[in-house]
């Protein structure tokens, strides 16, 4: 069974930074898509970022050249870099193995994890 934890969140200022790692346990990922869904106050998840095995990466416009995300198979990681954060950013982040970053839209039969908060003041 999958299981999904995902420290780093935070309280952050308009502007700065925030590094979210995310080590899915149960099995190996390293030939799976990975990624990230944010859920924000009173709205849906929405897909954030992925990136496949080979390395190639797909981004939501809202974050397109101020998110990156990347993967480290040997420790079974994907993080979330997130640079020039703006307070619509805040929300809940979830890290993703499953049909959301493979499709890059949000679906429910997923397994999700307690996800961490960010939270961007202005």
């Known amino acids: 069974q999958v299981q999904l934890d995902e420290p780093g969140g935070g309280l952050v200022q308009a502007g700065g930074s925030l590094r979210l790692p995310c080590a899915p346990s149960?099995?190996?990922?390293?030939?799976?898509?990975m990624g990230w869904v944010r859920q924000p106050p009173g709205k849906e998840r929405e897909f954030v970022a992925r990136?496949?095995?080979?390395?190639?990466?797909r981004y939501a416009d809202s974050v397109k050249g101020r998110f990156t995300i990347s993967r480290d198979n040997a420790k079974n990681t994907v993080y979330l870099q997130m640079n020039s954060l703006k307070p619509e950013d805040t929300a809940v982040y979830y890290c993703?193995?499953?049909?959301?970053?493979?499709?890059?839209?949000?679906?429910?039969?997923?397994?999700w994890g307690q996800g961490t908060q960010v939270t961007v003041s202005s």
């Open positions: 149960g099995r190996t990922f390293s030939r799976d898509v």
């Open positions: 993703n193995v499953g049909q959301s970053v493979i499709f890059a839209t949000v679906t429910s039969g997923d397994s």
């Open positions: 990136i496949t095995a080979g390395g190639g990466t």
